[in-house]
């Protein structure tokens, strides 16, 4: 047998006329399955969130249950009508239910009490299968179920059958105890044996058939809002307390038991006062004794620290003699050293005069000849210049003769000539100083314009960079207002189409990807000022971008995923090639001690300042610790400004732990500079140009403010860049100009410097012609010759005679210079032989000082030794005492002197004769030792003392258990009359639809509802009835339905069932029957509700913007 759908659909898709339900074909298993819809069906792989609440039943399959082989019955998630005729196996899907999810037989309200009795005739077992929904918040056990629960109960004639749990295609079943079942039920609020929650036809029928049903109406109200269990807590507190105060009673009367035993042992042990008298001597001696032996080891401590005291003065003395000793020795050997470093020294100066003087020697005789060759030279220089002389005289005469001839005939034109030639000449030199000058001018003109050029350039690429930041900002105002701010489209271009293909592929992953980490972060209120400096921080694009996975195998099926997603821009890196995962296992959210920084909260100079990771919110706990491993937030400082943070870090002197809580790494600012924290202060660490996208900037006027004033600030630069190139523009065509018309100036100068030489050589040429002139000029040019032979002949002259007074000099003074370096060399043979005399008298001193320190060496290793033995012996005796003086003191007390100074021997002594003396005087009490009597006289104290505390303690456990239920029965009687009125009003409300009017009347005390209803409430002298029978049967299942509809207000159940709500109800009343029931499931859309009725809906559900579904059951053959 199979149960289909009335009207397959979606619940968001127009609804199919009513008219268009079909019946089911014949068979058990034939026909094809019905059509499942999306809320119903189970989920697939990329199916949307779940809409509804968990424990909603998707599906209810049995197999031989009562009249049924085999049924399975689709349920929708919301609304469903079950229809059929009487007989068609409706009921069996209710107690379905109600056994599949362990309740008792007699939940059902029919005479058994076994589910045996539902096995179909003829078979030996029944089976029953409800799927339950698991998919929403809060899952029962998601691992071992995922999204559907599969509760399996099987029922066997011979034996009791047995639970089973499953997901919901079958795998991970697993067999399970009535109490797991029972668990689940609790887990998802199911109260299928609530008559409120499943209404049967019999619980129905007891309700309001009969007078005496008062006490049912009023347990009804309790169970429909969840008071039932408070009532039974408060129950069995109510027991506890009178089961304690019976504990108290007993306690108070075995007391003076416990009381009389404590006094007659005390009384016993006060009676042996002897022989307490003997304990207090005995022990006095003990701790004597105890003591004694301490100070025997202590005495020869003393004696071992005396000698240790000694040895470490002698070690003391024999240091300080050695020490000097020392000195003494240093100071001789340096003084030795001393003067064996000025004997060498002088040695080293002898050597050298003595060879200086050789040389000198050498050099003396080399000037002598010298001497003799210089005066040969001046003598021949003095003959040559001697005939020179007279031939410069003949020269002379003759020259005297041709220039009184020329003088008178061409004295004038000379002078006229010479004249023009040094104007010309003149005028040469002008004419060059000032092409050097414009030269030098055209020069210094070019470097300013190769300047000039480069700072064009400069201002060129500085407009180029402005441009482009411009034209930057307005792309990302652009893109803000047409993205909407879709953070994963700000992450990457192809970040939203990897997403959806990760949801698609969910179930192909052993562990669903989280990422991109930016999706899970969002700034807290109040902090959106630091969303750049936190998305720096976070490692930008880059790091927002990230993905995590805890096996090898996700990151493979990710990074395949991204290769096959549709290419991009073409100027933007494709996804996958940029694409990071970071691979770690899951685990908690890392505790809040765990990434402390220490640093920062002892230090008030730091802990005004936030941390990145107190400004940010990380909905999932994996990618919150994936954040904390990759970027450390706890360790970044976030602070306004650059000044702020290296003043706050100069207050700070931070330190920085070895091995210790994280400390603080780096401090970022407002604009996302990141700066990195060393010993030496903060060090700029800039992000890269487009790592920082705005991804964490959820406020988008804000944002939008910031990009608009950063055009702002853009477009300013960008006019001033412009300005600067234009004026560099302008400077360059002045240079430009300047340099043209100095060219030009150059080139005339030139010209007339081309003419000047020209005139100059033209007045040389003219002044040459005459032939007297050139005679004269030959004359002067002999003469001229003459006399340079002259000079050079006297100098030659002057020269060898100044060599000779120069050697001869030179002589006298390698002369003198030889006598010093003579003397000079007998000196420092007087003193090396001083020096000689002085080291060896310094040698025997340094010999006997060093054997005098060999022997304040050996005195001090002695006394050395001396003092490690006393000091071992010493340390042996102090940790002897060390670990003797605690159990001393543990033992008897504070330390005890004796005043006869006895040895540890001679008190032993006395201890044995006094326990002699204490066994003599224990005969006479039986044989009982002070101790036994004290320990018998203390346990009874104690067995007292307790009793009456263990007394006092449950009074009191008694009085504050009182109190408490005292309050909350006052507080479940509050409840119990606020939810009666509540129903009151629901139970008449719901009755003024048909005309009629009711009430509900409450006696809290006694704990009964009576019911009273008025059938023309606009009829003040209508008669009304507390008494059901006096209804008709549609007045009655109207009232019934009302009564139960008010007590839905309560529950909380996922699902409610009510079985043929509408018997003996007319078309009046059904149809205002199913608006009330469709009005309330209007109102709680994420909860079930299952209808069962034996007539055809048809008719009031025809029209309906939103149909239920509808399941029509075979008719009976």
């Given amino acids: 047998e199979r149960a289909t759908t009335g009207m397959p659909r979606k619940r968001a898709e127009p609804a199919t006329p009513v008219e268009d339900l079909d019946d089911v074909s014949d068979g058990e298993t034939g026909g094809s399955a019905p059509k499942r819809s999306k809320s119903g069906g189970r989920k697939g792989p990329a199916s949307a969130p779940q809409e509804y609440e968990n424990g909603v039943v998707r599906e209810v399959v049995v197999e031989n249950f009562m009249n049924h082989s085999h049924l399975r019955v689709e349920l929708d998630p919301h609304v469903n009508f079950i229809v059929g005729k009487n007989g068609s196996g409706k009921s069996a899907v209710v107690l379905a239910l109600q056994a599949g999810l362990g309740c008792k037989a007699q939940a059902s309200g029919k005479n058994t009490s076994t589910h045996k009795n539902y096995i179909k005739h003829g078979a030996d077992s029944a089976c029953i299968k409800i799927h339950i929904a698991n998919g929403g918040g809060d899952p029962y056990r998601p691992d071992d179920f995922g999204e559907t629960v599969v509760v399996e109960h099987r029922i066997e004639k011979v034996g009791g059958g047995g639970y089973y749990l499953s997901r919901g295609d079958g795998s991970g079943r697993m067999k399970v105890n009535k109490g797991e079942v029972s668990r689940l039920c609790e887990h998802f609020n199911i109260k299928a044996d609530n008559p409120c929650a499943v209404l049967t036809q019999e619980h129905a029928k007891k309700f309001l058939h009969g007078n005496n049903n008062e006490v049912t109406l009023y347990d009804f109200f309790l169970e429909a809002s969840n008071l039932k269990d408070m009532k039974e807590k408060h129950q069995q507190t109510l027991s506890m307390i009178e089961k304690a105060k019976a504990d108290v009673e007993a306690a108070e009367a075995k007391l003076p038991t416990y009381e009389e ?50 040895a470490e003065a002698d070690l003391r003395k024999n240091t300080q003699e050695h020490s000097a000793a020392r000195d003494e020795f240093k100071a001789q050997e340096k003084a030795l050293q001393e003067a064996q470093a000025e004997a060498d020294d002088l ?144 992450l990457h271009p192809q970040m939203p189409e990897l997403i959806a293909a990760v949801k698609k592929n969910e179930r192909s992953f052993r562990s669903p990807p989280i990422g991109p980490l930016g999706s899970y972060v969002k700034m807290k209120a109040g902090k959106e000022e630091f969303a750049k400096a936190a998305e720096a921080a976070l490692g930008g694009l880059r790091g927002l971008s990230q993905f995590v996975v805890a096996e090898k195998e996700d990151e ?35 505790s809040a001690r765990r990434i402390e920084v220490t640093q920062r909260a002892q230090n008030p100079h730091l802990a005004r300042f936030d941390v990145v990771l107190e400004v940010i919110n990380v909905e999932d706990d994996h990618a919150f610790n994936a954040i904390v491993d990759l970027s450390q937030p706890e360790a970044r400082l976030l602070i306004p400004t650059e000044e702020e943070a290296r003043e706050a870090l100069h207050k700070t002197r931070l330190k920085f732990p070895q091995g210790g809580p994280t400390r603080v790494q780096s401090v970022v600012i407002e604009n996302g500079t990141t700066y990195a924290v060393d010993k030496q202060g903060l060090e700029e660490r800039r992000p890269l140009e487009g790592q920082v996208g705005n ?55 030139q010209k007339q410097l081309s003419d000047a030489k020209a005139r100059a050589r033209q007045a040389v040429e003219q002044g040459e012609f005459d032939p007297a002139a050139q005679e004269i000029e ?107 003086l605690p159990e001393v003191e543990a033992a008897v007390g504070e330390r005890v002197e004796d005043p006869q100074q006895r040895s540890e021997e001679e008190i032993k002594r006395e201890i044995e004769k006094l326990q002699a003396r204490q066994r003599k005087q224990e005969k006479k009490h039986g044989g009982k030792t002070l101790s036994s009597l004290e320990e018998l006289a203390r346990k009874t104290q104690e067995v007292s003392v307790r009793k009456r505390e263990e007394l006092d303690g449950i009074k009191l456990t008694t009085k504050g258990t009182q109190e408490n239920f005292d309050e909350r029965y006052k507080f479940w009687r509050k409840s119990c009359k606020a939810k ?69 207000e309560f529950m909380e159940t996922p699902f409610r069932v009510l079985d043929e709500f509408d018997v003996f109800m007319d078309d009046t009343y059904r149809k ?46």
Avoid at 433 to 449: N, P, T, V, Y
Avoid at 475 to 484: E, F, T
Avoid at 858 to 869: C, L, P, S, T
């Fill in 261 to 310: 035993a404590a006094a007659k042992a005390k009384a016993e042990y006060d009676g042996a006062v002897a022989l307490k008298r003997m304990d207090a001597q005995l022990e006095e001696l003990n701790k004597v004794a105890m003591w004694a032996c301490i100070a025997e080891r202590e005495k020869r401590l003393e004696a071992q620290s005396a000698a240790e005291a000694a």
């Fill in 347 to 490: 040695m080293k100066q002898a050597q050298d005069a003595s060879s200086s003087g050789k040389a000198l020697l050498e050099a003396q005789n080399k000037r002598k000849k010298s001497i003799k060759l210089a005066q040969r030279a001046a003598t021949t220089a003095r003959d040559e210049g001697q005939t020179l002389e007279e031939q410069i005289t003949q020269a002379k005469l003759r020259l005297d003769g041709y220039l009184e001839d020329l003088e008178k005939n061409q004295q004038t034109q000379r002078a006229a000539l010479e004249r023009d030639r040094l104007e010309a000449e003149e005028e040469v030199a002008a004419l060059q100083r000032a092409i050097g000058e414009k030269q030098q001018a055209l020069q210094a003109s070019k470097r300013q314009h190769d300047a000039a050029m480069e700072g064009i350039e400069a201002s060129r690429a500085e407009v180029t960079d402005a441009e482009r930041r411009l034209q930057q900002i307005a792309d990302d105002r652009r893109g803000l207002d047409r993205d909407s701010f879709d953070v994963s489209k700000r």
């Fill in 556 to 590: 493979e099926l990710l990074r395949r995923l991204a290769h096959g997603l549709k290419p991009g821009p073409p100027s933007v890196p494709s996804l996958s090639s940029v694409l990071r995962v970071f691979k770690r296992p899951r685990e908690a959210r890392f």
């Fill in 695 to 749: 991804v964490l900037c959820a406020d988008v006027s804000h944002l939008k403010r910031d990009l608009e004033k950063q055009q702002r600030e853009a477009a300013e630069e960008l006019k001033q860049c412009k300005a600067r190139l234009t004026e560099a523009e302008r400077a360059k065509e002045r240079d430009v100009k300047s340099e043209v018309a100095g060219k030009k100036e150059v080139k005339t100068l």
């Fill in 778 to 884: 030959e004359s002067r040019s002999e003469i001229a010759s003459l006399e340079s032979s002259l000079r050079v002949e006297q100098e030659k002259l002057a020269k060898a005679q100044a060599e000779v007074t120069k050697l001869e000099a030179a002589l006298g003074d390698r002369r003198n210079e030889t006598s010093e370096v003579q003397e000079r060399f007998s000196r420092l043979n007087e003193l090396i032989n001083e020096k000689s005399s002085e080291v060896d008298a310094l040698t025997g001193p340094v010999s006997r000082a060093k054997h005098g320190l060999r022997k304040f060496e050996r005195a001090g290793n002695e006394a050395k030794a001396a003092r490690d033995a006393a000091k071992k012996e010493g340390a042996r005796l102090r940790d002897e005492i060390d670990r003797l």
């Fill in 980 to 1048: 009666g009125k509540q129903a009151a009003l629901d139970f008449n409300g719901r009755l003024t639809r048909k005309g009629h009017a009711g009430n509900l009347d409450f006696n809290h005390r006694e704990e009964k509802l009576s019911l009273q209803v008025v059938r023309n409430s606009q009829d003040a002298h209508a008669a009304g009835t507390t008494d059901a029978r006096n209804l008709s049967g549609g007045e009655r299942s109207f009232t019934t339905l009302a009564f139960e509809l008010s007590m839905w």
């Fill in 1072 to 1117: 205002i029957a199913v608006d009330a029931l469709l009005e309330l499931t209007s109102t709680q859309q994420h909860r079930q509700f299952i209808f069962l009725t034996p007539q055809d809906m048809h008719p009031f559900l025809k029209g309906r913007a939103n149909p239920p579904h509808v399941i029509k059951m075979k008719d009976v053959r």
